[in-house]
C-alpha cells in the first residue's frame, strides 16, 4: 500500500483484468469479478491486495501473510500458503507484480509539481521559514519553523520537513519525510526511485518504487549523497545520524541512531546498520546485510549479505574480524617474502 500523500491509486481491477495484463493463468474456481484493490507487500497487505513470492527467502513472510492475492512461480507454488489466500499463477511472479504496480500507480515515476508558479497554493509553511530564489514547492508540501531552503532546490508533493533545518541549494527532495534540526548539503538527492527491476528473457522491466524516506531528527546528509525510497515500505536514516558527501543508499534499507558513513560508501537495498555503526571510506555492504550495533568497518571494504555482530572492528573482502584480517595480510606478506628469497636463493 503506497502512502496516499506521495501516489495516486487508479482504483480497482478486477481479478480477471489483473491476471490477463500481468500475464499470469486465471485461478480455476475464482470469481472473475473479484475486486483487486491495490498492490503491497507480503508483511502489510491485506485481504483486497496483490503481492507476490520471491523465493525462500520469503516463505515465513508468505505463510504469515493476509494478502487476499499472490503471484507465484507456475509449478512450483509455495507450500504451507495461507488458506484465504487465491495464488496466481505466473512464470515470473516478480515481472507480473512489476505489471500490476504500474497498473495501479501509473504515475508513480513522475513526482506532481506545481502547475502555477514555483510554489504550489496547498503548501503549508510554519513562521521564519526562508525560501531562497528557484525553490519549487509541490502539492500539500508542509515545512516547519525556522527551516532554510537553499536556491534551486525542489520539494514534490506531500514531503514534510521539519525545524529548523537547513536545506542546500539543489537538493531535490520528493516521498520523504525529514524531522527537527536536518541539514542537507547541496546537491543531495532523497527520496528518488530505487534500483528495482524484475529481469526476463525480454529485457528488464522496472518495478514501481512505491515507499518513502524516513530522516528522523538531527541527521546530516553530505553533499551529493542520494538516498533512494522504499520499493514498498521504507528506507530510514535513524536520528544523529551523519552521512558524509557522495554516498549511496539503496531501497529499503534501515540505518539506526547515530551511525558515521564516511564519504563514497555504497549501502544496497535492504540493508539493516545498527546504532552507532561506523562505515569507513568507499565501504561496500551487499544487499540484505545485517550490521550490529558499534560495529565499525575498515576503508573499503566490504560487507557480504548475511550478518556481521556488533561490537567489533572488521576490514577486508570480505569483511572480517580486524585481528583475522591483520593476521592474514602479515601470513601473506611473509609468504611473498619466503618465495622471493627462494627464487632468488
Not at 518504487?209 to 551529493?224: F, K, P, T
Request: charged share 20%; with cysteine; aromatic share 6%.
Amino acid at each position: 500500500m503506497a502512502d496516499p500523500r506521495f501516489y495516486h491509486c487508479s482504483g480497482k481491477l478486477t481479478l480477471e483484468e489483473l491476471c490477463s495484463k500481468a500475464g499470469a493463468d486465471f485461478p480455476a474456481g475464482a470469481g472473475r469479478q473479484r475486486e483487486v484493490a491495490d498492490v503491497a507487500g507480503l508483511d502489510t497487505a491485506g485481504p483486497q491486495h496483490v503481492s507476490y513470492f520471491s523465493g525462500k527467502g520469503a516463505q515465513h513472510a508468505f505463510s504469515q501473510s493476509r494478502a487476499g492475492y499472490c503471484f507465484v512461480p507456475k509449478g512450483e507454488a509455495p507450500v504451507h500458503a495461507p488458506l484465504e489466500m487465491v495464488l496466481l499463477s505466473s512464470a515470473n511472479p516478480q515481472h507480473a507484480f512489476a505489471i500490476a504496480a504500474r497498473l495501479f500507480y501509473p504515475d508513480s515515476e513522475w513526482p506532481q509539481w506545481p502547475t502555477q508558479g514555483a510554489v504550489d497554493g496547498s503548501a503549508k509553511f510554519e513562521a521564519d521559514v526562508v525560501l531562497a530564489p528557484g525553490v519549487v514547492v509541490g502539492p500539500s508540501v508542509a515545512i516547519g519553523s525556522g527551516t532554510r531552503i537553499g536556491p534551486n532546490t525542489v520539494l514534490g508533493r506531500g514531503v514534510t520537513i521539519g525545524r529548523n533545518c537547513m536545506i542546500g541549494s539543489n537538493v531535490s527532495i520528493v516521498c520523504s519525510h525529514i524531522g527537527d534540526d536536518v541539514t542537507i548539503l547541496p546537491g543531495a538527492q532523497i527520496g528518488q526511485s530505487g534500483f528495482g527491476f524484475a529481469s526476463g528473457p525480454l529485457g528488464h522491466t522496472k518495478i514501481p518504487q512505491l515507499g518513502r524516506v524516513i530522516i528522523q531528527d538531527r541527521v546530516e546528509i553530505g553533499a551529493g549523497t542520494t538516498i533512494d525510497r522504499g520499493a514498498l515500505g521504507d528506507t530510514v536514516v535513524g536520528e544523529g545520524t551523519k552521512i558524509d558527501n557522495l554516498v549511496q543508499i539503496g531501497h529499503n534499507t534501515h540505518i539506526g541512531r547515530h551511525c558515521i558513513i564516511v564519504a563514497q560508501s555504497g549501502i544496497s537495498g535492504s540493508c539493516e546498520l545498527g546504532e552507532f555503526v561506523v562505515l569507513g571510506g568507499q565501504v561496500g555492504i551487499a544487499d540484505h546485510a545485517k550490521i550490529g550495533d558499534g560495529a565499525r568497518l575498515a576503508a573499503r571494504c566490504a560487507a557480504a549479505p548475511g550478518e556481521l555482530p556488533g561490537g567489533q572492528d572488521y576490514g577486508g573482502v570480505p569483511a572480517r574480524p580486524m585481528k583475522q584480517w591483520a593476521r592474514e595480510l602479515v601470513a601473506v606478506s611473509q609468504l611473498v617474502k619466503r618465495r622471493k628469497q627462494d627464487r632468488d636463493g
